[in-house]
Every structure is written in C-alpha cells, then in structure tokens.
C-alpha cells in the first residue's frame, strides 16, 4: 500500500458527538484517530501511514 492521507468529512443530521478509530484489518482497534467536529460534521485525516509498522486502510466511527 501507498503512502498517502486523505481528509474525510462525514455529515450527519442529528449532529451527535462521535470517536474515530483506525482498524487491524481483523477489526481490531489499534487507537483512536484526533477528530474535529462541528456543525453536525465530523472529519478526520485517514493517513496508511499513520502506523510505521503496519498500513492503515480501515476506521471505524462510533456514534
């Protein structure tokens, strides 16, 4: 997998308060990912290189 990062911007109607979290491709939680939210939209950077040792391809938001 490439390196790269990419600005995810999710809007949602109710406007709740959510947590970003990146994944093992198992599902496994590997942290929480810094989210900004506002608005009733909520954006986080997904970066695969967010871990030196293992790319990051999957997240997880819980509202």
Do not use: W
Not at 21 to 31: K, M
Not at 33 to 50: D, E, I, L, W, Y
Request: charged content about 30%; hydrophobic content about 35%.
């Amino acid at each position: 997998m490439r390196r790269s990062v990419a600005e995810v911007t999710l809007a949602f109607a109710d406007g709740k308060p959510c947590k970003v979290y990146a994944l093992d491709a198992d599902g496994t939680r590997r942290g929480e990912v810094p989210a900004v939210q506002k608005g009733g939209k909520v954006s986080f950077a997904a970066n695969t290189a967010r871990d030196p040792t293992e790319a990051t391809c999957y997240y997880e938001i819980v509202r």
